[in-house]
């Protein structure tokens, strides 16, 4: 239940491709939030005074858990995934997708590829993602297709 940042930087070559690195933090809460990334900045310069780099990207997590239970079905795979695709509620610019692993094709509609947004189970999930994320725009986004795709890893 701790709270961690992760730190990354753009390395030479064009590649395009990060280097990471990451910390564990003090578990933030309402009491010590401003103290904690504070920290977290001041190490972010100091990184930079260290390395040829600039760790200009920087992620933190309030929490972090690991996952602990192994599922029971043979079929809970990561080459199988949920594909969540959404629309920005003001700028069409924010629209966008995630994936998440281990889809229960139970919830597929009849017949099709996507889940069906009307089952109970479902919806739930709809109602709590458009409840508390946001487009990288940071507007209120709404899930408009749920669909199975794979991956070949």
Not at 3 to 24: D, F, H, V
Not at 108 to 131: I, M, N, R
Request: charged letters at 15%; a negative charge; proline letters at 5%.
């Amino acid at each position: 239940m701790t709270s961690s940042a992760k730190y990354s930087g753009k390395e030479y070559g064009g590649k395009n491709l990060a280097t990471r690195w990451g910390i564990y933090l003090p578990t933030i809460n309402a009491g010590n939030i401003a103290t904690v990334l504070a920290g977290v900045s001041a190490i972010q310069s100091a990184a930079n005074a260290i390395s040829l780099g600039t760790f200009d990207g920087v992620t933190v997590n309030l929490q972090e858990t690991p996952p602990s239970a192994i599922p029971t079905s043979k079929f809970a795979q990561r080459e199988a995934k949920w594909k969540v695709y959404y629309t920005d509620n003001v700028d069409p610019l924010g629209d966008g997708s995630f994936e998440m692993g281990m889809p229960d094709l139970a919830f597929l509609a009849a017949g099709g590829e996507a889940a069906d947004l009307a089952d109970p189970t479902v919806a739930a999930f709809v109602t709590a993602v458009q409840g508390s994320a946001v487009t990288r725009l940071e507007n209120a986004l709404t899930i408009t297709k749920i669909v199975h795709v794979g991956r070949n890893l």
